[in-house]
Nanobody
Framework: QVQLVESGGGLVQAGGSLRLSCAAS????????MGWFRQAPGKEREFVAG????????YYADSVKGRFTISRDNAKNTVYLQMNSLKPEDTAVYYC????????????????????WGQGTQVTVSS
């Protein structure tokens, strides 16, 4: 089991910034690619950003490319999502997730590929 706990959500005005954190415990963090997903009311959970086990590869949804940055610190068992230039349409519950990767630097966007999930943190962007 991997336990994931998100933090850093809140209320921010459009154009502002937030930094989400996700602390992992349980198994070897560096064996897992990590992803951030979000779910807005009435919508399906969607991929936002992902990072490979070592951190060498990252991947972003088109809607956040250039505004969000994912990073990880394997020594601290933590993954981050820096969100800049926030828009009202970024309002959602944000979840981090862990994907066990046997080998390589894969970053997957399919939520079904992820084995463990956090409880989510609310991000609200006001206009």
């Amino acid at each position: 089991q991997v336990q994931l706990v998100e933090s850093g959500g809140g209320l921010v005005q459009a154009g502002g910034s937030l930094r989400l954190s996700c602390a992992a415990s349980g198994r070897t963090f560096s064996n897992y690619a990590m992803g951030w997903f979000r779910q807005a009311p009435g919508k399906e959970r969607e991929f936002v950003a992902g990072i490979s086990k070592s951190g060498r590869r990252t991947y972003y949804a088109d809607s956040v490319k250039g505004r969000f940055t994912i990073s990880r610190d394997n020594a601290k068992n933590t993954v981050y999502l820096q969100m800049n230039s926030l828009k009202p349409e970024d309002t959602a519950v944000y979840y981090c997730a862990a994907d066990f990767v046997v080998a390589g630097e894969a970053v997957r966007t399919d939520r079904g590929a992820y084995d463990f999930w956090g409880q989510g943190t609310q991000v609200t962007v006001s206009s």
